[in-house]
Nanobody
Framework: EVQLAGVWGGLVQAGGSLRLSCAAS????????IGWFRQAPGKEREGISC????????TYTDSVKGRFTISSDVAKNTVYLQMNGLEPEDTAVYFC??????????????????????????RGQGTLVTVSS
């Protein structure tokens, strides 16, 4: 059974930091790309970052570049999203999702990095991140 667990959100003041984690079981980061998504109230789902371990590739949406960092710990089969310089506009429910890498370039990098348009196989439980001004 595939599970994506351990997404830790919370309440933080503007300018603060949070680290989200996505611990995968039942799959390996060598075979799956992991994407981070968020959805704010009344807004569409937004893909914010993606990592492909076998390609050594990461992708970010413009609004988080320079503030968010995606990383992986292969030994722990876990992907992290370090979020610095948080802004009230970052308030949303965040979740991670996994998609099988069927060919290269993988979902994170092909089609100009529009991984958010791809179909993801598994999704973790979301967590609310609230940034106060």
């Amino acid at each position: 059974e595939v599970q994506l667990a351990g997404v830790w959100g919370g309440l933080v003041q503007a300018g603060g930091s949070l680290r989200l984690s996505c611990a995968a079981s039942g799959l390996t980061l060598d075979d799956y790309s992991i994407g981070w998504f968020r959805q704010a109230p009344g807004k569409e789902r937004e893909g914010i970052s993606c990592i492909s371990v076998p390609e050594g590739a990461t992708t970010y949406t413009d609004s988080v570049k320079g503030r968010f960092t995606i990383s992986s710990d292969v030994a722990k089969n876990t992907v992290y999203l370090q979020m610095n310089g948080l802004e009230p506009e970052d308030t949303a429910v965040y979740f991670c999702a996994a998609t099988w890498i069927t060919f290269f370039p993988g979902p994170c990098t092909r089609n100009s990095g529009t991984y958010y348009k791809e179909s993801f196989d598994y999704r973790g439980q979301g967590t609310l991140v609230t940034v106060s001004s």
